[in-house]
Structure formats: C-alpha cells, structure tokens
C-alpha cells in the first residue's frame, strides 16, 4: 500500500507543478508542494514499514517498532512545512498582485488530484487499521489532508472563473495552510505518545482487565499494571495476587493462561506477568478496577 501512495503521489506531483507553471496560480503550485511532501512522507513510510516488521535482535529485543513512529513524526514536520510554504507563495502573490490564466487546467488538475486521494487514503486507512500500522496511519492522513487541500483550491479556482477576483487564489492557498497545520497538530501528539511511552488506550486497558477476570479462579486479584506501545506491538506486564497452596508448576501454568487470555483479547502483544501469594497483597490490592495501574 505504501507503494501505491509513492506512484499515485508522483504523478500528481508532476501533474501539479506542469499546471501551476502554466497559469501561474500560487494554490496550485502549493498543492504541488504539499503532494511533494506527501511523495517523502510515502517513501518514509515505505521504508519504516519494512523496517519495523524485522523481528526482535540482540541490538533490539524489543523489536524495531519505533521506527513507525519516527517516520510518523517526521510525516506530520513535513505537513507542518509545506502549511509554511504555502502562506509564504501565498503572500508573495498577494504583494505581487498577478493574474491566473489557463483556470480549466487547474480546476481539472485538482479534481483529479481530490478523486485519486480520496482512493488511496481509503486503502490506506483500512491497511492501517488492519496492521496498527502507524506508519501508514501518518502516511494516509497526510493523503486526506491532500483531498481536503485539493477540494480547497478546485473551489477557490471555479470562483475565479466565475467571480474574476484573482486575489481567492492566494486567500484560498492560505485556507488550506491553515488547515493543514492543524492536521499536523494532531499527528505530532499521536506519533509523539509511544515514543514517551505513554499507556494505551483506555479501552484496550479496560480489555486487559475484563480478560483477567474471566481467567482462572485460583486468580485473587491484581496491580502494577503498566502498559505501552511500540509500532504496532504492544507490551503489558502486572502483578497477580493467587492462592497461596499452589505449586510452581501450577503458578507456571496459571502465568501461561493469564498471558493467552490477553493476547487473545489483544493481539500483537508482549506479555509479563509477576505472581504473589495472596498474602503479601495489601487489602486494597485485592480489587478488580478497570485500567488499575496502581
């Protein structure tokens, strides 16, 4: 999928520029911008993709999953650029007042552009979902900033042609780059979130405990849950309180157990669990709370 965004996005950028050269509209000569950002943004998550899906070594036991959110940073700085880009052609045009020409060329260029974006941000989108992928998670909502982008500039173009007010060529660039940056906005905290190891959502924390309470019964209760993510794996470890009488081999078990419950629940999951007797449990300890991580 990732290589289908490399093609789709090189073609629209030589599409882009060509038109914008040729009748000298600054929103479309950003949008080529913008979709040559998202042209390095796609050969980022290409690259990371692979990268991330290296099993474990003895450089990396934990796996190479943050790399997915490095190239998803590096995606959102790369929107955050071509937002700075475009009010800086923007106000260049404003200052130097000319005119656009050619407009059919640009409108047609742009519907083009919001059609095959909205095609392959989908695919993406689903690909991602599918493999909780963050890489391509970062890679199609840089595609969809480029379908609302391009929806921006086809309108600012038809009221051109409608109104003869060249001046919404620039107005309507800087709506766009105003949108885009608050996009950006949003992927920064999302791909920033597990590299500080951050916990995970509070639904899948929730799964965590509803699994524990359907596991054995010789389970008493549990705590110092503590949860992260890495690319799209993600690593859990607690302590469970069990009765006292039992045997290592059935505590060796009963961890087995505990741990299958929650990767069932959860897939693609690295799971550690610490048993106790139930005795060294403080009585508030004993307890089943949803996301506890006490």
């Given at each position: 999928?990732?290589?289908?965004?490399?093609?789709?996005?090189t073609t629209l950028v030589v599409l882009k520029l060509a038109v914008g050269w040729m009748t000298g509209a600054v929103s479309i000569i950003a949008e080529g911008v913008h979709s040559g950002m998202d042209l390095v943004a796609a050969i980022i998550a290409w690259l990371s993709v692979r990268v991330a899906d290296r099993p474990p070594d003895r450089e990396h036991p934990f796996g190479h999953g943050k790399i997915e959110n490095l190239s998803g940073l590096a995606e959102a700085l790369l929107i955050s650029a071509a937002a700075v880009l475009i009010v800086k052609e923007s106000?260049?045009?404003?200052?130097?007042?000319?005119?656009?020409?050619?407009?059919e060329w640009g409108i047609a260029v742009m519907g083009v552009s919001a059609?095959?974006?909205?095609?392959?941000?989908?695919?993406?989108f689903r690909t991602a979902k599918r493999t909780d992928s963050m890489a391509l998670l970062a890679d199609a909502e840089h595609?969809?900033?480029?379908?609302?982008?391009?929806?921006?500039?086809?309108?600012?173009?038809?009221?051109?042609?409608?109104t003869g007010y060249h001046i919404l060529d620039p107005i309507a660039a800087m709506a766009v780059a105003g949108l885009i940056f608050h996009i950006s906005i949003k992927l920064i905290w999302?791909?920033?979130?597990?590299?500080?190891?951050?916990?995970?959502p509070e639904r899948e924390r929730e799964i965590i405990n509803e699994s524990l309470k359907e596991c054995d019964p010789k389970v008493v209760g549990w705590h110092k849950i503590r949860t992260r993510k890495s690319g799209s794996w993600r690593f859990i470890d607690l302590h469970v309180q069990v009765k006292s009488d039992l045997t290592v081999l059935e505590a060796h078990e009963l961890v087995d157990e505990i741990e299958n419950c929650i990767k069932d629940a959860l897939p693609k999951s690295h799971v550690l669990v610490?048993?106790?007797?139930?005795?060294?449990?403080?009585?508030?300890d004993l307890r089943f709370p949803p996301g506890d991580e006490s």
């Open positions: 999928m990732a290589l289908l965004s490399i093609l789709s996005n106000l260049e045009k404003m200052s130097a007042g000319t005119d656009t020409e050619m407009l059609v095959l974006n909205t095609v392959v941000s989908y695919k993406l595609l969809r900033t480029d379908v609302i982008t391009s929806l921006g500039v086809f309108a600012g173009l038809a009221l051109i042609k409608i999302q791909t920033v979130a597990p590299l500080i190891d951050s916990t995970l610490h048993v106790e007797p139930e005795e060294e449990a403080a009585p508030e």
